[in-house]
């Protein structure tokens, strides 16, 4: 995989003297009130809930108005075996992530069955929709590869019974204190091609935190074997906490921050590249500093899906 660093802003003295960064810093500000006015909840929490203190008042301020969760357990039988969620739940609040739960091998084929089966979006484009087995041909037209190729997945039976599994759910609403509500999930297969920083920072292939709510919960599952060259999943252990406070005011846009000055500030021996075969699951603390590798040998076919305490709605729409 070829990268171009060309279009990365080298210092902030180079993005001072840029026009280009007067455009951003309006359409930051455009985006910011579009967001303050059609959805405050959003715009609200996004501005809080970068500052750990924030989000641990929240977090004790709602365990003390006396939550549900814990009354939330299994009452159908879940596709998972011998899953100790009492650990999963502890290393997502030490690390910051768990790596290791396993999708059974029938709901792998499942999935894989559904992707072959059904369209879907090259560049996560509405214009370029085909079934995955035309993709060559698409590209071939198009005189240009596809990064990535998304799909809906509403209509995945094997998905939706994965996001309402009392396993899953059960980890989800005890890490959150509260009953969970999923608010996003993603089936996307990403290709070995040559990309721009602006490209993988579009494709959260930069170490980025999400901030999705004052708590939110990941579950990524490889569809297809990952190593270190084939999109493996990064994070940062314990990066979830103590975030240098200029990170934590910066909140979503530490994106734009080069990632060797983000592993220099946490520790190159806390960089962990979670790698496993098709079914290898990770749970995950989207505070914690994290990206997906940029698939340099093969592709990679990637499940996650996330819960939160509240649901604001379309949370990419004014990012
Ligand atoms: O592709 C990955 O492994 C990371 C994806 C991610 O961090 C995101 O979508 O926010
Ligand atoms: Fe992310």
Same mark, same amino acid.
């Given at each position: 995989?070829? !990268?171009?660093?060309?279009?990365? +802003?080298?210092?902030?003295?180079?993005?001072?003297?840029?026009?280009?960064?007067?455009?951003?810093?309006?359409?930051?500000?455009?985006?910011?009130?579009?967001?303050?006015?059609?959805?405050?909840?959003?715009?609200?929490?996004?501005?809080?809930?970068?500052?750990?203190?924030?989000?641990?008042? /929240?977090?004790?301020?709602?365990?003390?108005?006396?939550?549900?969760?814990? $009354?939330?357990?299994?009452?159908?039988?879940?596709?998972?075996?011998?899953?100790?969620?009492?650990?999963?739940?502890?290393?997502?609040?030490?690390? #910051?992530?768990? +790596?290791?739960?396993?999708?059974?091998?029938?709901?792998?084929?499942?999935?894989?069955?559904?992707?072959?089966?059904?369209?879907?979006?090259?560049?996560?484009?509405?214009?370029?929709?085909?079934?995955?087995?035309?993709?060559?041909?698409?590209? $071939?037209?198009? #005189?240009?590869?596809?990064?990535?190729?998304?799909?809906? $997945?509403?209509?995945?039976?094997?998905?939706?019974?994965?996001?309402?599994?009392?396993?899953?759910? $059960?980890?989800?609403?005890?890490?959150?204190?509260?009953?969970?509500?999923?608010?996003?999930?993603?089936?996307?297969?990403?290709?070995?091609?040559?990309? !721009?920083? !602006?490209?993988?920072?579009?494709?959260?292939?930069?170490?980025?935190?999400?901030?999705?709510?004052?708590?939110?919960?990941? /579950?990524? /599952?490889?569809?297809?074997?990952?190593?270190?060259?084939?999109?493996?999943?990064?994070?940062?252990?314990?990066?979830?906490?103590?975030?240098?406070?200029?990170?934590?005011?910066?909140?979503?846009?530490?994106?734009?921050? +080069?990632?060797?000055?983000?592993?220099?500030?946490?520790?190159?021996?806390?960089?962990?590249?979670?790698?496993?075969?098709?079914?290898?699951?990770?749970?995950?603390?989207?505070?914690?500093?994290?990206?997906?590798?940029? +698939?340099?040998?093969?592709?990679?076919?990637?499940?996650?899906?996330?819960?939160?305490?509240?649901?604001?709605?379309?949370?990419?729409? /004014?990012?």
């Amino acid at each position: 995989m070829v !990268t171009s660093s060309v279009d990365r +802003p080298q210092s902030i003295l180079d993005k001072l003297s840029s026009q280009k960064c007067w455009v951003k810093f309006a359409d930051y500000f455009g985006r910011s009130f579009a967001c303050m006015t059609q959805n405050p909840g959003l715009f609200f929490m996004r501005k809080l809930s970068r500052l750990e203190v924030m989000r641990d008042i /929240f977090y004790y301020f709602q365990a003390f108005l006396g939550s549900k969760s814990e $009354a939330i357990q299994a009452q159908t039988s879940s596709i998972f075996q011998n899953v100790d969620v009492d650990k999963i739940v502890q290393s997502i609040r030490d690390d #910051g992530y768990f +790596p290791g739960i396993e999708l059974p091998s029938d709901v792998v084929q499942e999935v894989l069955e559904y992707a072959h089966a059904t369209p879907c979006f090259g560049d996560r484009k509405p214009e370029h929709q085909f079934l995955i087995s035309e993709k060559e041909t698409v590209e $071939a037209e198009l #005189g240009k590869p596809f990064l990535c190729c998304s799909y809906v $997945a509403e209509d995945c039976p094997a998905i939706v019974q994965l996001i309402n599994d009392p396993v899953i759910q $059960a980890i989800a609403a005890k890490f959150l204190g509260a009953p969970p509500k999923c608010i996003g999930k993603d089936l996307l297969w990403s290709y070995p091609t040559s990309t !721009t920083w !602006t490209q993988q920072l579009h494709m959260a292939q930069v170490f980025h935190y999400d901030l999705d709510d004052y708590r939110s919960i990941k /579950f990524f /599952f490889y569809l297809t074997d990952v190593d270190e060259s084939s999109g493996a999943h990064v994070c940062i252990r314990g990066s979830h906490r103590n975030k240098k406070l200029i990170h934590q005011f910066m909140g979503q846009r530490c994106a734009s921050i +080069p990632d060797e000055k983000i592993v220099a500030a946490y520790g190159a021996e806390n960089v962990v590249a979670v790698c496993g075969n098709a079914g290898f699951g990770l749970v995950e603390d989207p505070n914690c500093f994290h990206k997906g590798n940029p +698939p340099a040998t093969q592709e990679r076919f990637l499940l996650q899906f996330q819960y939160a305490i509240h649901d604001y709605g379309d949370i990419r729409a /004014f990012s």
